[in-house]
């Protein structure tokens, strides 16, 4: 049987993490007044945090905050001083999603553990890995990892694991979702998602609606407490459950029943486990949906998993929330401890106090004098002594020790006990280990050029080996070409472009008839685009991949993962990769991260052309070459739930797509090659009317993105002289994101 995994429960303000501490939590995770992922949350202020570092510890507790956001270059300078109080009051883990943040905190706070954010959406030991050398010790899986591909992960890499075991679930893959930023200016990534995946849709195939009004992007809520056994039994170090935007009565009471049953199972092993009914019901009327189920850890997707008709939270029992609030939601027990006072003329006031598990402090305060008029006496004494106030210790036992008439302040007394109690918490943290050693923090004296020099090398490092990919871009930016049919590929060859990306699922299914025309036709370079999701399941598909493109005229692969990332490095050092905008880069030290595998990257969708332009001026200083897109069909949603198979239609080979309650008609994209869904936006993003703002940016190439489009229409496209869409958007160029 595994030894004791670790709760981690959910904390939106001070009472929940109160309350989550007292239900029995290990740890608790929270965010700050800035880089959190919950920016509707409450939240603590500083002195918040760093009280619950401290009242954590000295419970045996841990606290991990959440800076799982993507952060602009202008927000970085302040992200040092905004994380140094915490790492000074003995921060446990910094929970990231941003791979600048990354190195940010790995090189300014040595010791402070990094923990992988789900919304890295790691899906695989091969991102794992990458982050593993980068320094990251624990990492959130993407939530739609089976059980198996879980422990596959614990088993090749030994990292730490931590997975959501309740709570509600996005039906995006994490970090790959610009729903609610591209329709609404709320970014996900920024911690301020709209929802959109909770309104009503109606499913089309063909132009023909099928299932009515429904929810079809509503997964239900998730509650594997009936599943503990196997989830320990997978190797899993910590289960995570979410609720940072729920009420503090949901964060103890749903923390006091998974540390029942977790308990039970250490006490019993699986052939003792059993739920109670009635337990469960208490957990149903804890603000969940109307529906629970217990995730992706044993199925992939389906219609069961989809709350398709009442989305919203069911009421709760205002009885069980009475209760919760009376057992839970206090300040901690106290620790009782006895004190001993010794005051003698002339020698300095000693102060012992012992806790009952044999923490023991002396501290020593003013000299004591010799009353002149009106001597201390002992009751006054310990009346003062044993005012604890808002401390965690109380005095059960207070012995005072006088030789002759003395005489001190009442501020003097006062200070020898608020001395004492400090040093009694600080050595009772300290005895129980839960003190987290810190090196000095590193504040960089020129941070920019420390960055900028280890990027050169990192970048030189890479053009040594792929010399044949590194020219310097000048003038008018080049032209790459994206395509997904081999229509758009013909099209593409006729355009005086740099590079052209192939859909590497176009070239697996048309291998030969590609590799011909590539041969006939020669220039120019052709790189293949990698899936947007890499799985377990995807084993075999990328043994014949590398097969495939041995010896053959690819040069480079278009990664959008740090899965894929792995695999292309698996290959040797033949091919150049560059990653797509979904590894995102907001700010210089992400572009850091990704020197190390490539002297290219691409800009994220979310960026605004100025935030974008600091960006390509950053990279060319270290070398590296930024990629805009200028046209594409903007992939809003990546989903292992599949719209067509909710609507009853698997494998149908129609053409799918949602409608909104205005009307508006997005393209689902069924790959039942990965098994995974892509949302697109209902119109093309394009730049073609803004070319001068465009240019302002100053990204080295351009890039054109081709989904659904005919050869004709690509040619359009690409001449731009004829621009064929009424409706188009421009997404981020000018407005961004929060």
């Not at 002339?346 to 004591?368: F, M, R, S």
């Not at 200028?630 to 992939?635: A, E, F, G, L, N």
Request: proline content about 3%; glycine content about 8%.
């Amino acid at each position: 049987m595994k030894s004791k995994v670790e709760l981690l429960a959910p904390a939106g303000n001070y009472e929940a993490f109160m309350g989550a501490v007292n239900a029995g939590a290990d740890a608790v995770y929270l965010g700050g007044d800035k880089y959190g992922a919950r920016a509707y949350a409450d939240n603590f202020s500083t002195e918040e945090i760093c009280q619950a570092i401290h009242t954590a510890h000295f419970m045996g507790k841990k606290i991990y905050l959440a800076v799982n956001t993507l952060i602009k270059e202008t927000e970085l300078e302040g992200l040092y001083g905004w994380l140094l109080p915490f790492y000074e009051a003995g921060l446990d883990g910094v929970i990231v999603q941003d791979l600048g943040v990354l190195c940010y905190v790995r090189d300014h706070f040595k010791g402070l553990a990094l923990h992988a954010s789900t919304q890295m959406t790691l899906t695989g030991p091969g991102g794992v890995s990458i982050l593993q050398e980068q320094g990251v010790e624990r990492i959130v899986p993407a939530r739609e990892l089976s059980l198996e591909e879980v422990r596959t992960i614990k088993d090749q890499t030994g990292i730490e694991i931590e997975c959501f075991i309740h709570g509600a679930m996005c039906y995006c893959y994490s970090g790959k979702c610009l729903l609610s930023s591209i329709l609404g200016g709320r970014s996900g990534n920024r911690g301020r998602c709209a929802q959109p995946c909770r309104l009503p849709y109606e499913i089309y195939e063909n132009n023909t609606g099928i299932n009515g009004v429904e929810y079809p992007l509503s997964l239900k809520d998730m509650c594997t407490i009936t599943y503990i056994p196997q989830l320990i039994e997978a190797g899993i170090d910590s289960f995570k459950i979410e609720g940072r935007m729920k009420k503090p009565e949901y964060a103890a009471g749903v923390t006091a029943l998974y540390r029942k049953y977790i308990d039970l199972y250490e006490k019993k092993g699986a052939d003792g486990y059993h739920v109670e009914r009635e337990d469960l019901e208490k957990l149903h009327s804890l603000y969940i949906r109307s529906e629970v189920q217990t995730g992706y850890y044993e199925r992939h997707n389906g219609k069961e998993m989809i709350t398709l008709h009442q989305p919203s939270y069911a009421g709760s029992d205002p009885e069980l929330l009475e209760r919760i609030r009376t057992v839970y939601l206090h300040e901690p027990d106290k620790q009782p401890v006895k004190m001993r006072t010794v005051l003698k003329i002339g020698e300095a006031a000693c102060l012992q106090i012992t806790g009952n598990q044999g923490t023991d402090v002396t501290v020593y305060g003013n000299v004591v004098e010799k009353a002149q008029n009106m001597p201390l006496q002992e009751e006054n004494i310990r009346k003062q002594l044993i005012k604890t106030g808002n401390s965690l210790v109380s005095v059960s036992e207070c012995e005072i020790v006088m030789q002759g008439d003395v005489f001190m302040p009442v501020s003097a007394l006062n200070e020898l006990r608020r001395k004492g109690v400090e040093a009694f918490e600080r050595q009772y943290i300290e005895d129980q280990g839960m003190i987290s050693k810190r090196e000095t923090p590193v504040k960089f004296s020129d941070d920019k050029s420390i960055r900028l020099t280890e990027s050169v090398k990192c970048i030189q490092t890479y053009s040594q080996v792929n010399s044949h990919h590194t020219g310097k871009t000048t003038g008018k930016a080049a032209v790459d070409i994206l395509v997904s049919t081999y229509e758009q590929l013909t099209a593409a060859t006729e355009y005086p472009c740099r590079r052209i990306y192939i859909e590497s699922d176009l070239y697996m299914a048309q291998y030969e008839r590609i590799s011909e025309y590539i041969r006939v036709h020669g220039n120019p370079e052709y790189y293949l685009a990698l899936p947007y999701i890499l799985r377990a399941r995807d084993k075999d598909y990328m043994h014949r991949l590398a097969k495939l493109v041995g010896g053959s005229a690819v040069h480079g692969f278009l990664i959008r993962n740090l899965e894929e990332a792995a695999y292309v490095r698996s290959l040797g050092e033949t091919y150049a990769m560059v990653p797509d905008a979904g590894l995102y880069v907001f700010n210089s030290e992400s572009m850091r991260f990704l020197a190390h595998y490539g002297a290219e990257y691409t800009l994220p969708y979310e960026l605004n052309g100025k935030e974008a332009g600091r960006l390509t001026r950053y990279a060319r200083q270290i070398g590296m070459k930024s990629v805009m897109i200028v046209y594409s069909r903007i992939p809003m949603m990546i989903t292992a739930n599949c719209v067509s198979k909710t609507a009853g239609r698997c494998s149908s080979g129609g053409e799918m797509r949602i409608r909104d309650r205005y009307g508006t008609s997005f393209m689902v994209e069924t790959n039942c090659t990965h098994c995974y869904n892509i949302i697109y936006n209902s119109v093309p993003y394009s730049l073609h009317l803004q070319q001068k703002e465009a240019e302002k940016v100053g990204a080295d190439i351009w890039r054109y993105d081709f989904t659904v489009e005919s050869g004709k229409g690509c040619r359009r496209i690409l001449d731009g002289k004829d621009f064929p869409y009424e409706k188009y958007t421009t997404g981020h160029l000018k407005r961004g994101v929060e």
